[in-house]
Every structure is written in C-alpha cells, then in structure tokens.
C-alpha cells in the first residue's frame, strides 16, 4: 500500500529537492542535455516581433469561427485560432475584451516569454495591442492536445510509452523555464500539452503569461488548483509541481480524476487499481508504481513536501524504454504537410460538394451586386443604339434563370454575350451553371475563365472553375481553384475591415 505523505519504494532512491541538491554541473544539465535546447531553438524559431492586427486577421480569415482550434470553442474565454503568415503555421489567442487594459504592460510581459526558446516548447512568435485587441501569436501544433488523446481520442488510446514521454518531455519543458527564471506556469493541464508535426509534445508558452493583468492563474475546475492558490490564490513554483502531479494522474489513469480522489484510492486500495485499463500489458508493475508515487510527491498539501522538477526529470527518465522510436510511429500517426482548413463562403461549399442547386440559390441572391463599378456594362454607343433589346434579352435571360429554365437562359444570355463590347462576368457565371445543369461541364469551364478575365480577383469565377473541373474528374485542379478563391475571398473580407 502507497502511504501519500512517507513514499517509502522506487523513488526512495532518488535524492529529492528537500534534502542534499544536486551538483551544480547536474543542474545545468538537465535543462540542455536534450536535443535542439535554448540554444539551438533559437535557430529555428523565427524571432519574437510585434504583429499588427491586420496581418493577424488575414491570417486567421478575419477570426473565422472555422479557424478556433480551442477545445472549448467559442465558449473559451479566450480563444485560440488556427492561421497561416505567408509559408508558416501559427496558433493565435486572442483574449477577452478588457484582459489586459494597459497595452505597454501585455507587450512588456509578452516579449519577455518571447525571449523563451526551446525544442520542448510551443514557442511564442510574437504579439499584437492594439485598441482593445490583445492578441499571441505561437508555433502552431497540429497534432492536438494531450487532453485530446487521453479523454477524447478517435483511433487508439496514447500507449504507455507515450504517456512516459509526455511526462519527461513536459518536465524537461518546465526544467528550462526555471532556468531562464520562468518558475510560475498558470494554469498547467493536459489542455496545455501539445503534439508537434512529429508527435512530440511540447509545453505551450501560453501558459507563462496570466489570462489577463490582474486575473486568477487558475480557469480549470478548482478541484484541481493547489491547496495555497486555494487558501491565499497566490502561485508559487511549487504550485507548477502540484500541477504536474495532475499530469501525471491524467496520464495514468487516462481520466480527468480530482487529486484528492485520486489519493483516496492510492491509499485505500493497490496503487494499480488507478491504472487506465487500455494500458493493460503495456507496462510493468514496478515502472507504473514509481509514476504513480511521483504523482502522490506533487500532489502533497504541503508546497515544502513536493519534490523538484530535477528530481521528477531524474525518477522518469529510467522509465523510458523506446527512446530511439519516433513519438509519431508510437502514437500511430502519418507525418504529413500541415494543411489549414480552407475557409470557404457558402458559394464556396457548394461549389466544393457539386450542390448545383444550392449555387443556383446563391447566384440568384446575389445578382449582379459584385460588378457594381465594373466597366462591364453597355457602354454610350450601346445605349443609344441597341439598349432596349440589350436590356429585354437579359431581362427574359434572368426571368428563365430564376425559373430553372436552363436552356432558355443559355439561348438569352449568349445573345447578350454576343452584342455587349464587354461581357458581364455575372452573365458568365449564371451562363456557367447553366452548362453545367444542362451537363455540359467543358463550356462551363469556359465561360467560368471568362469571369475571371472581366473581374480577375472575383472569388465566384474560382469557386465556378472548380465546380466545372470536379464535374471534368480534374480533382487537384479543382481544389487549387477553391484555394485561390478562397484567398481572395479572405483578401476582399481584409479589405472592407481595414
């Protein structure tokens, strides 16, 4: 049985923080022996900078609902967004209004975790202040949270030797903070726990800053806060200890299970009676006891009774026993390109899913609004000549349009077509899905390239192109055809804000 105030077994070994330190060679060690440290980070992540909010709002489509990679959504009182800037991938939190009143004090405190840099960190790049908007900027993580694969996976539960991983590379993390004299973490969970593009997990930086000037450290149920935050709400570094400990319950036992829970059934029953059952197999006895009393030495009332994180970082590294495997064959994904989800308009999706009624619909509605100003209606000489026949032929091409009548649109709006000196891209774009109604995808690409020619950023005559090439089966050409307009689409929402 696993007393939790005097653990007597496997870690007993390990010389703990509150008796003889470590030689200062060892405590320089541990925060740099690890591949890619400060050092070399510094290479590799591009230098922390001030954003303006322009820049963050195009790359994230205007803060597009569809960009929220939070796992509370819109709900979370601050939210995180999926962008891109240029050739890169970032995640951006952008704070509750009022967090952070005096904007020199977030960019003071922002640009001091800038300075952080480190391989078992989601770095921070940069931040933005301006009017109310608070905003960070960090290396995005596109392999979800640690929360994520513990409590809501899809494929196939984290294996042991993953979570013994998580646990050391999150320790190493925390180890190079205090180095750099970083010792409070708000707010540590497995939300916290991100997986980079090769399934490592990486600290987020997010967490070195507060939620807002004079805001709690804590936002996740107070059943898991430290006892002190909870008698005096003040963090101190110990209280990142308690934290951890709650890690690494979530990681044995695959549940989000309250620290005092969970010290009731270390205490009442055997220790492996918390294990999570999928792990069945996958470890030995003695490797699953020692995390779990290193859990119980966190989560001890007493800040004074909690070992270091020098010590933590020397108890789990034993329990490693597949370091030369990819932290991505462990956890079974496929490395692949990073691809921001495409933020299309309605016409957009619909294009994409071939909904050629839902496009009709849309045109519809739409009218002839986008060519208000375009130097594409009849000119002088038309007027005076042939306006009236010009005018009744669109009008009866319309009337066929809105009733369905295909072909009858097509017959009216090719003579319109044919009379104009400068084609209407609308009457090329309701021409287009005409063709494509009457199944005849080639000579509605056609007239979709003609849009574009007359307004040559139009997102309607890229959505069309690629609706008439997926109907063609030229898949790949249509998808670079919703990228494109997608991105104009984006350029054009940029645009009216700014």
Partial sequence: MIDMGCIQSKTTLLTSSNDTPLPETDKQNSATKDAGDGDNQQQKVPAFREYNLNELRKATNGFNTECIVSESGEKAPNVVYKGKLETSFIAVKRFSKQSWPDAQQFLEEAAGVGKVRHKRLANLIGCCAEGEERLLV????????????????????????????????????????IAENRKIYHDLNAYRVLFDEDGDPRLSTFGLM???RDGKSYSTNLAYTPPEFMRTGRVIPESVIYSYGTILLDLLSGKHIPPS?????????????????????????????????????????????????????????????????ASHVLMGLTKAAVVVPLMLSPLGKACERMDLTAVHDILLKTGYKDEEGADNELSFQEWTQQVQDMLNTKKFGDIAFRDKDFKTAV???????????????????????????LGQPELAL??????????????TAFYLQALALSKLGMEADAQDMLHDGSAFEAKRQNSWRG
Avoid at 417 to 432: F, I, N, Q
Wanted: hydrophobic share 40%; aromatic share 10%.
């Fill in 138 to 177: 960090a290396e995005y993580m596109p392999h979800d949270t640690l929360s994520k694969h513990l409590f809501h996976y899809d494929k196939q539960p984290l294996p042991w030797e993953m979570r013994v991983r998580v646990a050391y590379y999150i320790a190493l993390a925390l180890d190079y903070c």
């Fill in 210 to 212: 507060k939620n807002s």
């Fill in 261 to 325: 829970h969970a010290l009731d059934i270390i205490r009442g029953k055997s220790a492996l009676f918390l294990m999570d059952s999928s792990l069945e197999g996958q470890y030995v006895n003695d490797d699953a006891t020692v995390m779990i009393e290193l859990a119980s030495k966190c989560l001890q009332y007493e800040a004074r009774d909690r070992p270091d994180i020098k010590f933590l970082l020397a108890a789990v590294d034993p329990l490693q026993k597949q370091k030369e495997v």
């Fill in 411 to 437: 017959d009216h709006y090719s003579k319109l077509v044919a009379t104009m000196s400068a084609p209407s891209a609308t009457v090329l774009a309701r021409r287009t899905l005409c063709y494509l109604m």
């Fill in 446 to 459: 056609r007239d979709a390239m003609q849009a574009q020619v007359c307004i040559p950023e139009w997102p």
